[in-house]
Every structure is written in structure tokens, then in C-alpha cells.
């Protein structure tokens, strides 16, 4: 199959928000929608969701998306937003790390993190509607 229509399906999907058929739809565009898990997606998924379950986390998560991408965010600039110790923070960003939803470098004494975009794409991806069922009310999704 070639990659460039692949390609070109998932950026045609997300800029003109129209439905493309399945068999034009790239992997990184399915949906639960459209296909379901299987039992190594699920393992793979499960440990990100777990790792997004802890509230610390998702905040440390959050913080990292927000900073700079180019730069990343120092772990000294995350810790004070917390009543944690530095090591439970790092701990945590460890976890995330594992998850493949960050990554990081040694500088010097700090370590720095970036979100990885390609983990939240594939969760946005994977969560998101149709959007032809955007407009409908939740009593007609439901039904």
C-alpha cells in the first residue's frame, strides 16, 4: 500500500472534517469507531490510560504540553507546582515516560521534558467521533 495516500487520507480527513471510507483511512486514523482493538492494542493502550489515571500525572502532562516543545520544560519548573517531593515528581514523570507520552534529556543537573505528539495524536485519533455524529443530541447517539 502506499504510504503517501495514507498519508494524504489522515490529512484530508483532519483538514476538510469529512469522513474518508475506511479502506482510504490510514491506521493512525482508526477510530474505535471503525474497527475494533486487539488484544496488543488494548496492552498498549491500557498502560498509557494508566499512566493518564493518576491526577498528578495528567497535570504533569499537562504542564509539559503547554511548555515550549522546542525547548522542553525543566523538572525544576514542574516540582513547585506540587506538594511532592522532587523524587515522587520524577518518579511520575518516569511513569509517563514509560508510557511513551513524554521524553527527556540530562542537562547539566536538570532533565528536561517534551510531550511526544505521535502517543497523543494516536489517543486523539483513537477517541475521536465521526463528525457527522458531532451534531446529533446524546439520546440519538444512545439509542
Not at 472534517?17 to 483511512?25: F, H, N
Not at 536538570?110 to 495524536?121: H, N, S
Request: charged share 20%.
Amino acid at each position: 500500500m502506499n504510504v503517501a495516500a495514507l498519508i494524504e487520507g489522515c490529512q484530508y480527513r483532519d483538514m476538510s472534517k469529512q469522513e474518508l471510507p475506511i479502506a482510504q483511512t490510514a491506521s493512525c486514523c482508526t477510530s474505535l469507531q471503525s474497527a475494533p482493538l486487539d488484544e496488543d492494542q488494548a496492552t498498549d493502550l491500557a498502560a498509557v490510560f494508566k499512566a493518564l489515571g493518576d491526577p498528578v500525572r495528567l497535570r504533569l502532562l499537562s504542564m509539559i504540553a503547554a511548555a515550549q516543545a522546542d525547548t522542553g520544560v525543566c523538572v525544576c519548573e514542574l516540582t513547585p507546582a506540587f506538594d511532592l517531593s522532587q523524587p515522587t515528581i520524577s518518579h511520575h514523570l518516569k511513569l509517563l515516560r514509560q508510557a511513551g507520552l513524554v521524553d527527556s534529556e540530562r542537562r547539566g543537573t536538570w532533565v528536561y521534558y517534551w510531550l511526544l505528539p505521535e502517543t497523543t495524536d494516536k489517543l486523539a485519533a483513537l477517541l475521536s467521533r465521526p463528525a457527522s455524529e458531532w451534531s446529533r443530541q446524546p439520546e440519538e447517539v444512545a439509542s
